[in-house]
């Protein structure tokens, strides 16, 4: 089990993501519905729902790559929409759905990148990157030739490479062996909790989330059903585990809604 | 807008060619055998014309200059197309990388590759058929550099409708040069085309280059007029392409393709 360890920043101190009246429409279709969240530093915040909910949505606003209909973003007090660039330095991300191009190798999709994200020190951030997610072997290895786990562990070097203040990962552990996935989630604890940096994660795996967030954040239909600790919010909704109140928000979102 | 970012779009093009035999030889495939043809083809008309015409210069000339064009056009769009095929935009676009710098750097890309298009143009149609650029004089830069921009902004516009359209879409932009060619009067002058076809001419800036090369090739002078009207048309075309680009790549944010662009359209 890990230990989460304790904050090292000021309670008071500012959000690094900031979500504000977040609302995503497709013609008539609400994807996102008014959202607002923040994320604190060193805060592993959990955003959890079923299949369609608007997870993949709300990531690729704060990503930039998609318009909100309305709402405002900031990353770190910088408005996504009008600072995108400087939002997005100290950003990074991780998904099973962008893989890194395959036919460049893992050490030239780094380099690529780490350019783009203005590291410094490049080289030897890489090399550090490579050991600790033990892919130095893989170095001149094209992506597209590795399993997709070990595509899995270069994605989150890469998402690691400009040491982001604001780090999303959808469903990051999903390709991955149990062993691995459980060293990738200390990977990350350690990370939230020395560099000073908020993480978004998604999820199905609600072991994983229990083990891992600070705080959840239950999706339906575009709108937050619930919020709460991961430990403590299925017993406050009378349900046994965490998965049981997963199915449930899935199912019977009614029977959920917030007060 | 910030160098190293740029740098790292070329970075990644020449990662590519560098590793890739399929992507080395277009580079100088398609050059080599469309000089060596028009070489023979030129050598055979002034064995037979008895007209006392050079037609190494003249057809082998402007076969040089248009394919300098079209390897500046696809220097730019094969840039962007790598980007397509490996499904790249998701993570390209959610960095700091902004449009221009993104854009530049396909146009850097474009700047290598056709400079090697150019080059093994140039020593075959020199070494084998006795190709002389010094017939042209310095007016030899002026044409290059009115192609080269007429190129940059065909190929960001074809970019632009490969982003908006779909990956499909790459068949629009193949044959953009062939539709042009004889509008661009680059074997024959603009007085033998019909006249609306001479008014979508004079819109095109190659057609100022290949009438004022055949006109130093009658001995004749280029007019500085035509030449600033072809150079101001190229530059207008360029700024209009990235504006162009700019707005297809607004949309695509708006209505989500970007996120999910391997779907061709969201609706």
Redesign the interface.
């Known amino acids: 089990m890990i230990r989460h360890s304790p904050r090292t920043e000021p309670v008071n101190s500012p959000p690094v993501l900031s979500v504000a009246g977040l609302c995503k429409t497709y013609g008539g279709t609400v994807a996102v519905d008014g959202i607002s969240f923040e994320v604190a530093r060193n805060e592993i915040l959990g955003l959890l729902g079923p299949n369609g909910a608007g997870k993949t949505t709300t990531i690729s606003m704060i990503l930039g790559v998609l318009e909100p209909t309305s709402g405002t973003i900031q990353v770190e007090g910088r408005d996504i929409a009008k600072q995108r660039s400087a939002a997005l330095e100290c950003t990074n991300f991780a998904a099973v759905y962008a893989p890194l191009p395959g036919n460049l190798t893992v050490y030239q999709n780094l380099r690529v990148f780490g350019m783009i994200y203005g590291v410094k020190e490049l080289r030897s951030r890489i090399q550090a990157l490579l050991e600790q997610f033990e892919l130095d072997k893989f170095r001149d290895v094209k992506c597209g030739l590795l399993s997709s786990g070990e595509q899995t562990r270069v994605s989150l070097a890469k998402a690691m490479l400009n040491r982001p203040h604001l780090l999303l990962l959808d469903e990051p552990t999903a390709s991955l062996d149990p062993a691995t996935a459980g060293d990738i989630r200390k990977k990350i604890r350690e990370l939230a909790a020395e560099k000073n940096c908020g993480v978004l994660w998604t999820s199905h795996n609600m072991y994983e989330v229990a083990e891992v967030c600070d705080r959840v954040l239950f999706l339906s239909h575009g709108k937050i059903l619930l919020a709460g600790d991961p430990k403590a919010l299925p017993g406050e909704h009378g349900k046994a585990t965490l998965e049981e109140l997963f199915i449930t928000v899935a199912r019977e979102p009614l029977t959920l809604e917030m007060g | 807008m910030?160098l190293?970012?740029t740098?790292?779009i070329v970075?990644?093009q020449y990662?590519?060619i560098r590793g890739?035999l399929s992507r080395v030889l277009p580079l100088l495939t398609w050059v080599g055998i469309d000089m060596v043809l028009w070489g023979f083809i030129t050598k055979y008309l002034n064995s037979v014309s008895g007209s006392g015409i050079n037609f190494v210069p003249r057809l082998l000339g402007a076969v040089l200059l248009w394919d300098f064009f079209i390897r500046v056009m696809q220097g730019v769009t094969m840039a962007f197309f790598?980007d397509v095929w490996?499904?790249?935009?998701?993570?390209?676009?959610?960095?700091?990388?902004?449009i221009t710098e993104y854009v530049t750097g396909l146009v850097l890309s474009s700047t290598a590759t056709s400079s090697v298009g150019l080059v093994v143009m140039l020593l075959l149609a020199t070494t084998i058929f006795g190709l002389s650029f010094f017939v042209y004089g310095l007016l030899l830069i002026p044409f290059l550099l009115v192609l080269f921009l007429f190129g940059i902004s065909l190929g960001i516009v074809g970019s632009a409708m490969v982003l908006r359209l779909g990956p499909a879409a790459e068949w629009f932009v193949w044959p953009i040069p062939a539709v042009l060619s004889p509008f661009a009067g680059v074997f024959y002058p603009l007085a033998t085309l019909p006249g609306w076809m001479r008014f979508c001419a004079h819109l095109l800036p190659p057609s100022y280059v290949f009438e004022g090369m055949r006109r130093i090739l009658n001995g004749g002078a280029m007019p500085a007029m035509a030449l600033l009207w072809g150079g101001g048309l190229a530059v207008l075309y360029v700024v209009c392409a990235g504006w162009f680009f700019a707005r297809m790549y607004?949309q695509a944010?708006?209505?989500?393709l970007?996120?999910r662009y391997s779907a061709e359209s969201?609706?």
């Open positions: 910030r190293s970012r740098m790292a970075l990644r990662y590519l890739s790598e490996s499904r790249n935009f998701l993570n390209f676009f959610a960095t700091p990388l902004s607004r944010v708006r209505t989500g970007i996120a969201v609706s």
